[in-house]
């Protein structure tokens, strides 16, 4: 107490006191400043809220939303715990599966139930118990916010009160519960907390980049977030090159659309964002009519093998994939010549040597890559002009101008880049976590390395900064064009240079693989990040960098996938690095062996969750399939974690201090109450 009052003098106060009058206004009396003292105590020593990490989805939005609505298992081990031996496993099961999927469950329980009545009452009792449990680590204030408007009063109501047969609100409690029934709004009330369930199972959210290619969905899962009231992002190196389409950036342009057309994903594209292919089309049946294009083929990782009894369809297939190809070998050119471009004027870049297109020798069929000749796969090169390799034909020319404008067009598309911009960076940390996708540029040492920007050095923490900086001046107003320009080819960097935190190898083997037959020049070196991310010390060394404190503290990376398969394992550096890149991508399964991994932190601890690969929604809701995981415990505690012990603990704190500072500068005449 006495400490208190030391703090608590004439000169603290006087010099706070502008800011104490301002706080004032929110509480004008030493009731109102009390009260809310109080309430905040109260919520400091509550138990912390669950956070869920997520990485890598790659388009893959059924699988994505499924991991969300079950937060990873969480809502099914809550159900557990509650009923046990009370209901059966096939009963939990459904039970689980309407929470998940409540419009589309209720659907299929109308049409076979035939008892409606019975099974509305019995389901009501059983998710308000599921929702008083989730619930029970939020203050009612917190919850009332979160409540749809429709049934707010009612399910507070239910929430907070746990009648038995004898209590006296037994009857007020059923009465509840009948009434909803008998006006015909269960199925909204189901509906409603359902959804109230799946909120209040997480807090937040933070995701860990690479929402886009790969799988059909990207749009999808975009619009989900943006809809969803608690995320984060960090950027990853896909969502880096949508970025600098979105910006119009040509090169990053015909890369999102290059590999669309390699995992056969026009959707996104054309469905999701309706960008207009047509005129790619067009041209490329034209150039490359004659031409096979069998090194441009669509990588079949989402499709099945055709019926040879169905043999129209496979003539359709076939001439889709054909067109296909030729617009992924068209692209891909142009995407080669563009890039020359900004090599060409970005001679800080340093990156001379991708331009391969120099290289060439269509008499030989060879390409010179450092001074090595090698035989090449495909000559076929009909828009390659001998004398200037890069430039574009006028055809080509005219074509990238309308994907430009389509991707500069589409309000879609903008719109999913601004939220991402308004919920995101290159790094965040949380309650001691420092998340970033993929790595912190490091000498071979293991030491931070300096990466030049504009004559100015900067690693660690500030090289993500800056970039994270240069990211939004692509999309400001208020910079110099030359400043924005710079900005809308440095996002290009960010995808593929060799000091890049969302790259980090020595190079992008992109025209290698297509054109190369040697497989040595496919090979893309690491950074030294990777080496050391095993290494506890080094570790030790980034977190402190970053600034990052507290007893359990970690690294948490997406971007490379763990392979389970070869005795990968996602912890690292004695439990203080974890890569969640598991594989959401149907294309990485096959070689890691399941299908993502995700992250809880609750007030026990660390949970980390490998999921197996997810067939459907559909056969979800039918079924009842849930995502079979396997948890593994990272960190547990003994005693819960609660909020005081997390950054919005501590920042409830602090103005818990200031609140008691307003109390005294009342009570001592500093500042004069307002009552009415």
């Avoid at 006495?2 to 703090?7: A, C, M, T």
């Avoid at 706070?16 to 400091?44: F, G, K, M, T, V």
């Avoid at 019995?122 to 049934?151: D, G, H, M, W």
Wanted: one cysteine or more; aromatic letters at 8%; proline letters at 3%.
């Amino acid at each position: 107490m006495e400490q208190k009052e030391n703090i608590l003098t004439e000169e603290a106060i006087k010099a706070d006191l502008r800011y104490l009058q301002l706080l004032a206004q929110s509480y004008p009396s030493i009731a109102d400043a009390s009260s809310e003292i109080i309430n905040l105590e109260a919520i400091l020593n509550l138990p912390k809220p669950t956070e869920h990490f997520i990485s890598d989805p790659h388009g893959e939005s059924e699988a994505f939303n499924h991991v969300l609505r079950n937060a990873s298992g969480y809502i099914k081990r809550k159900v557990e715990e509650i009923f046990g031996d009370k209901l059966k496993k096939a009963e939990k099961k459904e039970l689980c599966t309407l929470i998940y999927y409540p419009e589309q469950k209720l659907r299929l329980i109308k049409a076979q139930e035939q008892d409606l009545s019975d099974f509305y009452n019995r389901t009501l009792n059983q998710l308000i118990k599921v929702c008083r449990e989730v619930s029970a680590k939020y203050t009612r204030s917190k919850i009332r916010k979160e409540l749809p408007r429709e049934f707010g009063y009612v399910i507070e109501e239910l929430l907070h009160e746990t009648p038995t047969a004898s209590d006296k609100k037994f009857q007020y409690y059923n009465v509840l519960i009948d009434t909803i029934i008998e006006t015909q709004r269960a199925d909204h009330f189901i509906i409603a907390i359902c959804n109230l369930i799946q909120r209040l199972a997480i807090d937040r959210l933070h995701l860990l980049g690479d929402i886009w290619d790969r799988g059909p969905g990207a749009h999808l899962i975009m619009e989900t977030l943006c809809n969803y009231k608690h995320f984060d992002i960090v950027w990853g190196n896909h969502d880096i090159d949508w970025f600098g389409a979105a910006a119009g950036n040509r090169a990053c342009i015909c890369n999102v659309i290059r590999l669309s057309l390699r995992y056969g994903n026009m959707a996104t594209l054309e469905d999701g964002y309706g960008i207009n292919l047509l005129p790619l089309a067009t041209f490329s049946m034209v150039t490359y009519k004659h031409d096979p294009c069998s090194l441009f083929g669509i990588l079949d990782v989402n499709t099945k093998e055709k019926s040879e009894e169905n043999n129209s369809k496979s003539k359709v297939d076939e001439r889709t994939r054909r067109l296909v190809a030729q617009m992924h070998k068209a692209i891909s050119i142009i995407q080669f010549k563009e890039e020359a471009k900004i090599i060409n004027r970005r001679p800080e870049f340093e990156m001379d040597d991708r331009k391969l297109l120099e290289g060439i020798n269509l008499e030989k069929g060879t390409c010179t890559i450092n001074g090595v000749e090698y035989e090449m796969s495909d000559t076929n090169l009909p828009t390659l002009i001998p004398d200037d390799p890069n430039a574009l034909t006028e055809e080509e020319e005219l074509l990238m101008q309308k994907l430009e404008h389509s991707f500069l067009t589409s309000e879609k598309l903008q719109r999913h880049v601004d939220c991402l911009l308004a919920h995101g960076c290159m790094y965040s940390i949380a309650n001691s976590n420092l998340m970033f996708h993929a790595s912190v540029p490091l000498n071979e040492d293991g030491s931070l390395r300096e990466v030049e920007i504009r004559g100015k050095k900067y690693k660690g923490l500030e090289l993500m900064k800056k970039t994270g900086h240069l990211v939004r001046e692509a999309f400001s107003n208020d910079v110099r064009e030359d400043k924005k320009l710079f900005a809308i080819d440095y996002i290009w960097y960010l995808w593929c240079g060799k000091n890049s935190p969302l790259f980090d190898k020595d190079k992008m083997t992109t025209f290698e693989r297509y054109f190369i037959k040697d497989k040595a020049t496919h090979t893309e070196a690491k950074g030294y990040y990777y080496q050391y991310n095993n290494d506890e010390k080094t570790v030790d060394m980034i977190l402190d960098a970053f600034g990052v404190t507290g007893t359990h503290r970690h690294i948490i990376n997406g971007h490379v996938p763990v392979r389970t398969l070869k005795g990968e394992t996602p912890i690292k550096a004695n439990g203080k690095l974890l890569v969640i890149d598991g594989g959401f991508s149907k294309a990485y399964q096959p070689k890691t062996g399941i299908a993502g991994y995700t992250l809880t932190y609750h007030s026990r601890g660390l949970e980390l969750v490998a999921h197996q690969p997810f067939r459907s929604s559909a056969e979800a809701i039918e079924k009842g399939v849930d995502i079979k995981g396997v948890t593994q415990i990272v960190e547990l505690s003994t005693q819960r974690m609660l909020v005081k012990e997390t950054d919005k603990g501590r920042t409830l704190a602090a103005k818990v201090a200031d609140l008691k500072k307003l109390l005294f500068a009342y009570r001592n005449g500093f500042i004069k109450e307002i009552t009415k």
